[in-house]
């Protein structure tokens, strides 16, 4: 059975890299580390869902200029 890659890296791999976080900050720190990595992913992918949201209401503001805009026209031309 194949195992499922995270980022390129397989299952050993994994385990590996686990094991020397484990030896180089101890397991006291490893949930401190985990919580702030959490954290961060989290801060990140607010700030992403603002800009996104930000984009989409520049696009409805424009989709309205250019409704209002097109539909000054059609009067002007009517007269």
Not at 2 to 11: D, K, M, N, P, S
Not at 46 to 59: P, Q, S, T, Y
Request: hydrophobic share 45%; charged share 35%; aromatic share 6%.
């Amino acid at each position: 059975m194949e195992a499922i890659l995270l980022f390129g890296i397989g299952g050993t791999e994994a385990l590996l890299i686990f094991g020397v976080v484990l030896l180089l900050f101890g397991a006291k720190k490893i949930p401190e580390f985990a919580k702030g990595l959490g954290k961060g992913i989290r801060e990140f992918k607010d700030a992403v869902g603002g800009v996104e949201d930000d984009i989409k209401d520049a696009g409805r503001d424009a989709k309205r200029n250019i409704d209002s805009t097109r539909e000054a026209g059609r009067i002007d031309m009517k007269d």
